[in-house]
Every structure is written in C-alpha cells, then in structure tokens.
C-alpha cells in the first residue's frame, strides 16, 4: 500500500521560510516524478513544483518560481519543498503527490497517489 506522508508544515510570519517533507513508501520511490499542490481555503488546488525522478528536472508556477525550491532524496524516499520569502496568500493545505513516469506534470490528473496535506499558515 501508498503512502505519502507530509510534514513541516505550521505558522510562519509573512516574509519567513519553510520546508516541507514528503515521505514515500509501498512504492518505488525513484520511478516516480514528484509533485506539490496547494489548495487554499474556497479554491481549487492548483500546482506548485514539480519534479522529474532524478530530481534533476524541475518545475514551478510563475507565482513561486524563485522563491521556492523542489529537491528530492531518492535514498530516503523523500520529496522536499523549501518556501522562501511567504506572502499570507499562500496559506493553503499543501500536498504532494507521485506520478508513473519519467516527464512530471502540472495537472493534477496525472499523479497517482496523493499525501493528506500538510497546513502551512502565513500570518501578516
């Protein structure tokens, strides 16, 4: 069986940082590109990062692209989202999720399992 495990989540000041975690297993960690997905309160979730399965591929929304940053540590299983310089905005359940296949995708629809989510709370 899947699981995905976030963690790292929690209060931080606007302009503060965070990273989160992602642990996998019942699966092989290393054939899956990795994804982030955030939903805030009344919205859709939408895409933030993703990864290819070496990790060496990455990509972001316009919104947080150089601010935040994917990595991943395929020996611990592990995806890892670091969040630089938060706006309250983006307060929101933050998710990951892992796709079959080499080419990561911003859609949703094309990831396989998902994790519960994680709070991440930006306060002014």
């Known amino acids: 069986q899947v699981h995905l495990v976030e963690s790292g989540g929690g209060l931080v000041q606007a302009a503060g940082s965070l990273r989160l975690s992602c642990i996998a297993s019942?699966?092989?960690?290393?054939?899956?590109?990795m994804g982030w997905f955030r939903q805030a309160p009344g919205k859709q979730r939408e895409f933030v990062a993703a990864?290819?399965?070496?990790?060496?591929?990455?990509f972001y929304s316009d919104s947080v692209k150089g601010r935040f940053t994917i990595s991943r540590d395929n020996a611990k299983n592990t995806v890892f989202l670091q969040m630089n310089s938060l706006k309250p905005e983006e307060t929101a359940v933050y998710f990951c999720?892992?796709?079959?296949?080499?080419?990561?995708?911003?859609?949703?629809?094309?990831?396989?399992?998902w994790g519960q989510g994680t709070q991440v709370t930006v306060s002014t």
């Open positions: 019942g699966l092989t960690f290393s054939s899956y590109a």
């Open positions: 990864c290819s399965r070496s990790g060496a591929n990455t």
């Open positions: 999720a892992a796709r079959s296949g080499v080419i990561p995708s911003m859609s949703e629809s094309q990831y396989d399992y």
